[in-house]
């Protein structure tokens, strides 16, 4: 299937669904037990989702060239992400070997990154190559003193990796193949990222705050004066690539194509947009101008964090950058702040109260039960491995490691 083939598809199911007032649906309702959002659920979560698991970091423009680099933090984890001399991405954590101080903020390009403390220097792959007064650190190995490695792959304009040491990670065994495929059909790898990004700190637990991206059941409800004035709300597509999925939805001028033979429709992508959720924090939207990239991180059990990041599509007229540049801060911060963000925090303690014992996802609501049936198949994979390793399991950095997303 090429893009454009891909695209028709999705409005095409877009479309049937609105003309019969339907949606994808799952098979049942779910319902869960609260005790998913306290804090013993979270320590564990901590490990077995967030440390043991490869996930995104960024996608590939944020390192556009050799000698570039970026700093982010994830889970308490900063990371120095670079691209060496011959192109190849590492992730290190950005802190020196000596004494632990952070060696970069934020992005750019450099050769060498040198400790404001003491002027230990690394290079790009986060080599030791020079320290103050080596008489002092007699019997030391520099080789031995690199910046610590982390695992990270890149391909299909992702950059993954996992935030505790680990085996190598195969991003066509993350992905799986059919959305690898699909993911290379949107060619983004080249798209660059606009301005600083967005971190905004949310009181809820992670996945209160996650679920809010996967449905838009609630478009007509709670963004009634914003998206709803020009999204449908209610209707949605669902696919399932192992633990990741695709969500579509659909603009109001979708029904412009309705009445169109196929033959003459024309940048279909612009009636509406679609959204991956690659396991088990990202969200990536995409618009034929533009992609937000939303990553949800769990600050406590109770608080999380989520960074968005716009990357552009190279080669917009101005008119098409303008509007790009204009959309993505309204999203961000109008309706996803506003209003997403806001409603998640006022579930927070009515979760969190012990009055109520479950929380429901309809069948109407099948992407955000995909994701949380995906949780619990590695929460429970990774406690049948410490039972099965004793009581010793769990301890060391590896502990628990869980399949890959797509299984």
């Known amino acids: 299937m090429d893009r454009e083939a891909l695209e028709h598809s999705l409005a095409r199911r877009l479309l049937d669904h609105i003309e019969h007032r339907t949606t994808d649906m799952a098979d049942d309702v779910l319902e869960l037990p609260t005790d998913i959002y306290s804090a013993a659920h979270h320590d564990e979560e901590m490990q077995a989702l967030f440390y043991d698991q490869p996930m995104v970091l960024c996608l590939s423009g944020a390192l556009p060239e050799p000698g570039t680099y970026r700093t982010i933090e994830i889970c308490g984890t900063p990371l120095l992400l670079t691209r060496d001399d011959d192109g190849r991405v590492h992730a290190m954590v950005n802190a020196c070997r000596h004494r632990g101080v952070r060696l970069a903020d934020g992005a750019g390009e450099a050769i060498r990154f040198t400790c404001p403390f003491h002027a230990w220097t690394y290079d790009l792959c986060g080599g030791l190559v020079r320290y103050p007064f080596p008489a002092g650190f007699e019997g030391m190995d520099r080789n031995d003193k690199g910046l610590i490695q982390l695992e990270v792959t890149e391909g299909y304009g992702l950059v993954v990796g996992r935030l505790r040491p680990g085996p190598p990670i195969d991003i066509d065994e993350y992905l799986g193949p059919e959305l690898a495929g699909e993911l290379s059909l949107l060619d983004f790898a080249s798209w660059l990222p606009y ?181 619990t198949e590695v929460l429970e994979a990774a406690r049948a491995t410490r039972a099965a390793e004793g009581p010793q399991a769990g301890q060391g950095p590896q502990a628990g490691q869980a399949a890959q997303g797509a299984r």
């Open 195 to 375: 301005g600083e990004p967005h971190v905004h700190r949310v009181a809820a637990n992670w996945k209160v705050t996650l679920d809010t991206f996967r449905e838009n059941y609630h478009f007509n409800y709670l963004h009634k004066k914003t998206l709803s004035t020009y999204a449908v709300g209610g209707v949605l597509t669902f696919d399932a690539f192992g633990r990741h999925l695709r969500n579509a939805s659909a603009l109001r001028s979708i029904v412009e194509l309705k009445d169109r033979p196929e033959s003459e429709w024309r940048d279909v992508a612009q009636h509406f947009s679609y959204q991956y959720a690659l396991f088990p924090n990202t969200s990536l939207t995409f618009d034929t101008r533009h992609i937000e990239l939303w990553q949800i991180v769990p600050v406590d059990a109770a608080t999380s964090e989520v960074v968005h990041t716009a990357y552009l599509r190279p080669g917009l007229s101005d008119e098409e950058r303008s509007k790009a540049v204009d959309m993505a801060p309204w999203i961000c911060e109008t309706v996803v702040d506003g209003e997403d963000f806001w409603v998640a925090a006022r579930s927070e303690p009515g979760v969190r109260l012990g009055m109520l014992d479950t929380v429901m996802f309809g069948r109407n609501e099948p992407a955000p039960q995909h994701l949380h049936h995906g949780f």
